[in-house]
């Protein structure tokens, strides 16, 4: 993977201040923390929260020694209304040492129990390091404004600068049509049948972009923001 440059990281802070000021108008302020418990501690009481994801569960991985962080956006009163965690992996193979073996899904204890991973036909060769997206979560009344996609690209923009990040990754209940609005340009059936982080029947897909893909998406996201101010 090609070195980030003195321009990319410009690119990405202009990125993060445009997203930042279009949340000042909706009277959000955005931060960032590095302990996940936090993280976890919020999703355990949040109305309308789905629970933990297992794979950015501190309480399963070895989730420190700034190898994770999660953002989120605060109202003036400081109420959090969303957020969104990150974990990073150093793999050669992300699916076959992650995915396959659940070491995804809790790494702090040795699997006693393994099944199976029924894996999707094609799925891509992703390595290096990766950093994994997860744990979103809108408040049920600031929905429909699409803060779960701004989030989003704001933890693709900032895993690229803090992470030294080659691929961001996220996972997707098949047939959902979000990682759409979060603009992913890549998506594959990932898992068939029995999914280790519900440990339920769910299929489920893997959406990524490397590192040149996000950065090119920050590079037309700022070009169209020029394109309507000058308008």
């Known amino acids: 993977m090609s070195a980030i440059t003195i321009q990319d990281l410009e690119n990405i802070q202009d990125f ?6 279009g949340l000042e ?3 959000l302020t ?6 996940l418990w936090n993280w976890r501690e919020l999703l355990e009481s949040a109305p309308g929260a789905i629970g933990v994801s297992k794979a950015l569960d501190p309480e399963l991985n070895n989730l420190e020694n700034g190898n994770a962080f999660w953002l989120y956006a605060k109202t003036r009163t400081g109420e959090i209304v969303a957020c969104q965690a990150d974990r990073l ?3 050669d193979d992300f699916v076959g040492d992650y995915i ?20 999707g036909d094609r799925y891509p ?3 290096g390091r990766v950093n994994l997206g997860g744990g979103a979560w809108v408040h049920p009344e600031w929905r429909g404004k699409n803060l779960g996609g701004i ?7 900032i895993s690229v600068r803090h992470f030294l990040a080659d691929y961001f990754v996220t996972f997707m209940a098949s047939g959902r049509n979000f990682g759409v609005e979060c603009g992913f340009g890549n998506k594959c059936q990932i898992i068939q049948g ?14 990524w972009e490397c590192r040149r893909e996000i950065l090119e998406q920050i590079s037309q996201d700022i070009r169209h923001h020029e394109k309507e101010v000058a308008a």
């Open 16 to 21: 993060v201040g445009e997203t930042l000021a």
């Open 100 to 119: 396959a073996t659940h070491r995804l899904f809790g790494d702090l204890r040795p699997i006693i129990n393994h099944y199976t991973v029924r894996l």
């Open 125 to 127: 060769q992703i390595s």
């Open 89 to 91: 992996v150093i793999t």
């Open 194 to 207: 029995r999914y280790p982080g519900r440990e339920a029947d769910q299929d489920m897909d893997l959406l």
């Open 151 to 157: 989030m989003s690209r704001l933890a693709r923009a």
């Open 25 to 27: 108008l909706h009277g």
């Open 30 to 35: 955005f931060e960032s923390d590095s302990n």
